[in-house]
C-alpha cells in the first residue's frame, strides 16, 4: 500500500524549500521498478530512495516520480508481474516523458516458492511490450532500460541459505541484460544501460537491496544517463569484409583498411548502444582489449572505441600515414573529427607524434605508462632494452644506432603544438615502472608540458611497476576526460545532501544525516548571537562532538578555552565532502546567524571516500567559500583545511589535498577570505604523521585540536578585532 500511495503523488523533493517553483514544465521522470527502486530496506528510504536522491541530481528543472513495487517481475508470466499493479497503471496515466525501468532481479527467483526463471524466453519480448505501452503514441518519449544491479552472494550479512539461493541466481542477471540490451535495438526511443558494475558489496544490506550509498550509486549513473542526449547510430555493416563480434556486450566491426603501400591493416571499431550527441570515440593506439576499464565505460556514456593496428611501427611515419587515413575513413562514417587518444605503453609514441601532427583533431589525451622517448624503451637508456623491439623501432625511423643517439625529433620535442592548442592530457604513471621509467617518459612530460603551460592532470600509482596498467576505479579518469569534453559535471560542486547514516563513535550516536541537519539548525536558532562558527567534517565535528557543540567558558575542551567567551559554535559534519557542505550552506545550514568570521576546513572525504582528484576538490572548495561569501556578506572566511591525509608523502589522498591548497592559496587573494596553510603541524619532517594525527591518518588526536586552535588564533584575534 505504502508503495501505492507514493506512486499516487508527485515526488515532492525534501531537497526543495517549500513553495520554490521548479519551473512552468519540468520533465516528468518515472522510476519504474521493484523493491530496489521502492527503497526497502534504505534507511531513512523517504529521503534516501534512489528516485528520492535521483530527483535531487536532476534538479529543479524534472520532476521524478517513484512507481516501484517490491517483489515484481518484468516477466508477465512470472509469479507477480509489475503490469499488473495500480502504479502500473498511475504511471500510464501520468505519461512520463522519460521512464527508467529496473526490474528483472525478482524474475531470477526459480524454486519451490517462485518459478520465475522458467519463463525467460520471454523476456525480450515481454520488456518490448511494456516498453511499447509506456511509448505508445509517443515520438519524443524516451524509455532507459537498466539491467538489474549486481548480486553478492558472499555478503557477509546474510545467512547460507540466501547465499546459495544468490548463488543460483546470480548469473542469470547477465541473460537478462542481453535481453534488455536487445529490446533497446528494436526502437530508437528505448536506451539499455547496464547497472553491472555501479554497486560494491558494501552498499548493499543483504546482497541485494541497497543501504542509502547504494542508492546513491544508482542515482549518480541514471542520472547520467538521463542528462546525456543521444544521437543515430552510424551504420558500420557496410564496411567491407567486416566481421561483427562481441565486446563485453557491444558489437565490435573487424575490419581491414588497404592501401597499395601498406596492404591490409586490421582495424577494429565497437560501437555504443546508443551514441552521445557528437559521436565521440576513444581511439586506442596499442593493447586493444587489455585493462578495458576505461573504455567500457565510455562505451557506455555512448562513445565508440576504435583501434588501427600500428605495431611494429612505434610511432613513426608508415604509422602515421595509416592514422591518417584511419581518422579519415572514422570521420566519413560519421564520427567527431576529434578523438580522445589513447596510448598505452608503447603506445604514447603513436599517440604524441599523431596530436603533435594534428593538435586541432584531439579532444584529449590519455596516456598509461608511455613511451616518450625510444631511446628509453626499447633502447634501455635506464630502462628495460628489447633488442628485436630496437631493431624494428630503428629501421622504422630510418636510423642506426648513432643517429638515434642524436635524434632530436621524440614525441617529448614535439609538445609545443599540442600545448598550443590546449589539448588535455591524463597521464596514469606507475612510478616503480623499471620497464618505461618515468623519469626519462611520464615525469619528463609532465615537467615540459606544465612549463608550457598547458593542461595536464597525473595520477601517480606509489610502487606500481609498468604493470598492471590502468587507473583502478577508473571512475575519477573517466569524469576528468568527460569534464574536460564539456559532457560531464564535477560532483564536487554540486550541491546534494549527504546519504550518511551511522551510529559510531566518529558518527553522531545514531540516526541520518538529515537528522543532524534538523539539530544543527536548532542549535543555530538557540545560539543567533554567535560570532564565530567552525564549518566542516569530522574534524570540525570532533573539537566538540555531536552533542554539545556551542563553546562553553570555563570549559574543559580545548574548543572552549580558546573560543569559550567567544560562544563559538562547531557545525562540522561527520562523513561531509564539498558538494554536501555545499546543500547546508544553500538551504539555510547558517540561517539565524551572522558570524564575524566562518572557520572552513573541508575536503578530506572527498579524498578518502569518494575519490574526488585534487582539481575537482579545489573546484568544490572555491565553489563552497563563493556561495559562503555570497549567503554571509557580513562574514570573513578562513581558510585552514584540509589537513594531510595518509601515512606517506606519496599517498593518492594526501597528494590530491597538497593540490587543493594551490587552490585555497589562490582563494585568500579574495576580499573576506584568509588561508592559513598548517599541514607542517601535523607531519614530521620526513612527510608522516605525527602524534596530532590519530591511527587513521586523517583525523586529530586531541593534541592535534589543540594545535590546530592554537595556531588559528592570532589571526582569529585579529579577524574578531579583539
Given at each position: ?6 506512486a ?44 528520492v ?17 517490491g ?7 512470472g ?11 498511475l ?20 524454486g ?89 558489496q ?24 538521463v542528462?546525456?542526449?543521444r544521437?543515430a547510430s ?8 567486416a566481421?561483427v ?11 581491414e583498411?588497404?592501401?597499395?603501400e601498406?596492404?591490409?591493416?586490421p ?7 546508443a551514441?552521445a ?11 586493444f ?35 591518417d ?33 594534428h ?69 596514469v604513471?606507475?612510478?616503480a ?5 618515468p ?13 608550457l ?6 595520477w601517480?600509482?606509489?610502487g ?6 590502468g ?20 560532483p564536487?560542486?554540486i550541491?546534494i545532501?549527504?546519504?550518511e ?5 566518529a558518527g ?24 564565530l562558527?567552525?564549518l ?13 557543540r ?38 539555510g ?9 566562518i ?34 556578506p557580513?562574514?570573513?572566511v578562513l ?30 587573494n ?13 607531519l ?11 591511527s587513521?591518518?586523517?583525523?586529530l ?22
Open positions: 500500500m505504502s508503495a501505492i500511495l507514493l499516487l503523488l508527485p515526488l515532492v523533493s525534501p531537497f526543495s524549500d517549500p513553495g520554490t517553483s521548479i519551473g512552468a514544465t519540468p520533465v516528468r521522470v518515472a522510476c519504474l521498478g521493484d523493491s530496489i527502486t521502492y527503497g526497502a530496506q534504505v534507511a531513512d528510504r523517504e529521503r534516501n530512495a534512489y528516485p536522491q535521483l530527483a535531487a541530481l536532476l534538479g529543479p528543472g524534472y520532476e521524478v516520480r517513484n512507481f516501484g513495487v517483489g515484481r517481475t518484468l516477466l508477465s508470466a509469479d507477480t508481474p509489475y503490469v499488473k499493479t495500480r502504479p502500473w497503471t504511471l500510464l496515466e501520468w505519461k512520463p516523458e522519460i521512464t527508467v525501468v529496473i526490474l528483472g532481479t525478482n524474475d531470477t527467483c526459480q519451490n516458492r517462485r518459478r520465475n526463471w522458467e519463463h525467460s524466453a520471454e523476456l525480450e519480448s515481454d520488456a518490448l511490450a511494456l516498453a511499447n505501452r509506456v511509448l505508445l503514441k509517443q515520438e519524443e518519449g524516451r524509455m532507459i532500460l537498466c539491467s538489474p544491479p549486481p548480486m553478492f552472494p558472499d555478503s557477509p550479512a546474510i545467512d547460507d541459505q540466501r547465499r546459495e539461493n544468490l548463488r543460483s541466481r546470480a548469473p542469470r542477471l547477465e541473460r537478462i541484460g542481453a535481453a534488455l540490451r536487445a529490446t533497446a535495438e528494436q526502437d530508437p526511443r528505448i536506451e539499455f544501460l547496464s547497472l553491472s558494475q555501479v554497486l560494491t558494501d552498499m548493499v544490506v543483504d546482497g541485494v537491496h541497497t543501504t542509502p550509498f547504494g542508492a546513491r550509486a544508482i542515482a549518480r549513473r541514471v542520472a547520467e544517463a542528462q546525456a542526449p544521437t552510424i551504420q558500420l555493416d557496410t564496411l567491407p569484409g566481421r563480434s562481441d565486446f563485453h556486450g557491444y558489437r565490435r566491426h573487424d575490419f583498411l588497404r592501401s597499395e601498406q596492404g591490409p591493416v582495424c577494429i571499431l565497437v560501437e555504443p548502444q551514441p550527441r557528437g559521436r565521440p570515440w576513444i581511439w586506442r593506439a596499442r593493447f582489449g587489455h585493462e578495458p576499464e576505461l573504455d567500457r565505460e565510455l562505451l557506455s556514456r555512448g562513445y565508440h572505441l576504435a583501434y588501427c593496428d600500428v605495431s611494429n611501427l612505434y610511432g613513426a611515419e608508415p604509422a602515421l600515414e595509416r592514422w587515413r584511419f581518422h579519415g575513413l572514422c570521420v566519413e562514417l560519421g564520427l567527431s573529427p576529434r578523438p580522445v587518444l589513447e596510448g598505452m605503453s608503447r603506445g604514447g609514441l603513436i599517440v604524441l607524434n599523431w596530436a603533435a601532427r593538435p586541432k583533431l584531439v579532444e584529449s589525451i590519455y596516456l598509461d605508462n608511455p613511451v616518450c622517448d625510444f631511446r628509453s624503451w626499447p633502447g634501455g637508456a635506464s630502462g628495460k632494452r628489447s633488442d628485436p623491439d630496437w631493431e624494428r623501432c630503428l629501421a622504422a625511423y630510418g636510423l642506426d644506432e648513432a643517429r638515434a643517439q642524436e635524434y632530436e625529433n621524440m614525441p617529448l620535442d614535439r609538445l609545443e603544438s599540442v600545448a598550443s592548442a590546449s589539448v588535455p592530457i591524463f597521464l604513471m606507475g612510478e615502472d623499471e620497464v618505461v621509467p623519469g626519462e617518459n611520464g615525469e619528463e612530460l609532465v615537467n615540459r608540458y606544465e612549463a603551460g598547458a593542461p595536464i592532470e597525473v601517480r600509482k606509489p606500481t611497476g609498468h604493470h598492471p596498467h587507473l583502478h576505479p577508473a571512475s575519477p579518469l573517466l569524469r576528468a576526460i568527460l569534464r574536460r569534453a564539456g559532457r560531464g559535471v564535477n564536487a560542486t550541491p545532501p549527504s546519504a547514516y551511522r551510529g559510531t563513535a553522531w550516536g545514531g540516526g541520518t544525516w538529515w537528522d543532524q541537519l534538523e539539530k544543527l539548525r536548532l542549535l543555530a536558532d538557540a545560539h543567533s548571537g554567535s560570532e562558527v567552525f566542516g567534517d569530522s574534524i570540525t565535528q570532533g573539537l566538540t562532538g555531536s552533542a554539545a556551542a563553546a562553553q567558558p570555563g570549559g574543559e575542551r580545548d574548543f572552549d578555552r580558546f573560543h569559550g567567551e567567544r560562544g563559538a559554535l562547531s557545525l562540522g559534519l561527520s562523513g561531509d565532502r564539498t558538494e554536501h557542505l555545499l546543500y547546508r550552506i544553500e538551504h545550514a547558517l540561517q539565524g546567524l551572522e558570524p564575524r568570521v572557520v572552513l576546513s573541508i575536503g578530506v572525504n572527498n579524498a578518502n571516500a569518494a575519490g574526488h582528484t585534487g582539481v575537482e576538490i579545489g573546484e568544490g572548495l572555491d565553489a563552497v567559500v563563493t556561495a559562503l561569501l555570497h549567503s554571509e557580513q562574514a570573513h581558510i585552514s583545511g584540509p589537513f594531510p591525509a595518509g601515512p606517506t608523502p606519496d599517498d593518492p589522498r594526501r597528494r590530491a589535498l597538497d593540490m587543493v591548497h594551490t587552490e585555497a592559496a589562490r582563494l585568500a579574495e576580499q573576506r577570505v584568509t588561508y592559513l596553510d598548517l599541514r607542517e603541524l601535523f614530521d619532517e620526513d612527510g608522516r604523521p605525527n602524534s596530532r594525527m590519530s587513521d591518518h586523517i583525523h588526536t586531541a593534541e592535534g585540536q589543540a594545535a590546530w586552535m592554537e595556531a588559528i588564533e592570532p589571526t582569529l584575534s585579529q579577524l574578531l578585532g579583539e
